[in-house]
């Protein structure tokens, strides 16, 4: 069965501090992976989208990670402000998919405090 | 910024009542999808549509109905709301064109309708 696991389920840093999360995948074949900001109440928000050849892709102070051969990916944020508190979900596609249909985590709910 | 809008945003209801949800995207997209989630919990996807008159069912089943009568607009239905309709409903959209694969393509989401049913 095709999963999405994230780690941890929620995490508190303080302001300017670094972090990392994980999200675990057998989804296969696969075609590519995403990591969504969502904040409290709203839409997600797409901050990176990572094919099989890419290792790493970053956008400002996020950068994700890809190991298509132990199917992990991370999520680190640098220099975190307050901000950043949302939820990251991790989103992973097939390659037999539409786009429609994609495997999503449960996403991490960071907290940033002052 | 995404120009993809929910309406309402917020909803409560009473058992029984029919409700639609709006959603419209002027970004000139064909495809557009309808999300359920419930808090803590991953996406659900329960009704697509791959452009005007083309809809489907989605992978969670939904008593909710859709329509696409333009590409702009994606309305869903519920005709008699119960509170285990009490969800986020979440419309999404992707980009059309060949620059990429169908499943590379980026996903672009409203804001959301929040709905409780009482």
């Known amino acids: 069965k095709n999963q999405v696991e994230q780690s941890p389920q929620s995490l508190i840093i303080l302001e300017g501090k670094n972090c990392t999360l994980q999200c675990n995948y057998t989804v296969s074949p696969f075609s590519n992976l995403r990591w969504y900001k969502q904040d409290t109440g709203r839409g997600p928000v797409s901050l990176t989208i990572m094919t099989f050849s890419e290792n790493t892709k970053s956008n400002g102070r996020y950068t994700a990670t890809l190991d298509a051969d132990t199917k992990q990916s991370s999520l680190h944020i640098t220099a975190s402000q307050l901000s950043d508190s949302a939820s990251y979900i991790c989103v992973v596609s097939d390659r037999g998919s539409t786009l429609g249909r994609l495997y999503f985590g449960r996403g991490t709910q960071l907290t940033v405090w002052p | 910024e995404a120009d993809i809008y929910q309406t309402p945003r917020y909803l409560v209801i009473g058992t029984g009542k029919k409700i639609t949800l709006e959603c419209s995207q002027t970004m000139g997209h064909d495809k557009m999808y309808w999300y359920q989630q419930d808090p803590g919990m991953e996406l659900h996807l329960i009704h697509y549509?791959?452009?005007?008159?083309?809809?489907e069912k989605g992978d969670l089943s939904s008593e909710s109905t859709v329509s696409r009568i333009r590409t702009e607009h994606f309305p869903l239905t519920l005709e008699s709301a119960r509170p285990s309709h009490t969800s986020q409903y979440l419309c999404a959209s992707s980009e059309t064109g060949k620059t990429a694969p169908e499943n590379h393509r980026e996903l672009f989401f409203g804001e959301g309708s929040r709905l409780t049913v009482l």
């Open positions: 549509s791959y452009g005007v008159n083309s809809t």
